[in-house]
């Protein structure tokens, strides 16, 4: 579902022009590491499914779906990695639980 906060689907990855739905390039710099969601490139041998390119920066879905905009178009990635938890199994960003939540 599109948040009216996102900015439209692009049609190719920005580094290494990736298709919607297709794998990231080795080398691609938006690439993440589906074990630990952070950037694939330069973390060594990654034995993790590859990542394909969604049509939106990393980040930019779960920070429209937890409010965390800075405005129209500008999700707050600083906060998504301080503050969420990357789902390994779900290939995504968690919410905060109750105590830790800083909605």
């Avoid at 920066?57 to 998504?80: K, N, Q, S, V, Y």
């Avoid at 969420?84 to 109750?98: H, I, L, M, N, Q």
Wanted: glycine letters at 12%.
């Amino acid at each position: 579902m599109t948040h009216p906060d996102q900015t439209p689907l692009e049609e190719r990855c920005p580094d290494c022009h990736a298709g919607i739905g297709q794998a990231h390039r080795e080398g691609c710099d938006v690439a993440r590491c589906l074990a630990t969601g952070l950037q694939r490139l330069g973390h060594g041998a990654c034995r993790c499914p590859q990542d394909v390119w969604t049509g939106r920066w990393p980040g930019e879905a779960e920070c429209a779906e937890f409010g965390w905009m800075l405005g129209p178009g500008l999700p707050d990635l600083h906060r998504l990695l301080t503050t969420a938890t990357w789902d390994p199994v779900a290939y995504r960003w968690t919410r905060p639980t109750a105590e830790g939540d800083t909605r």
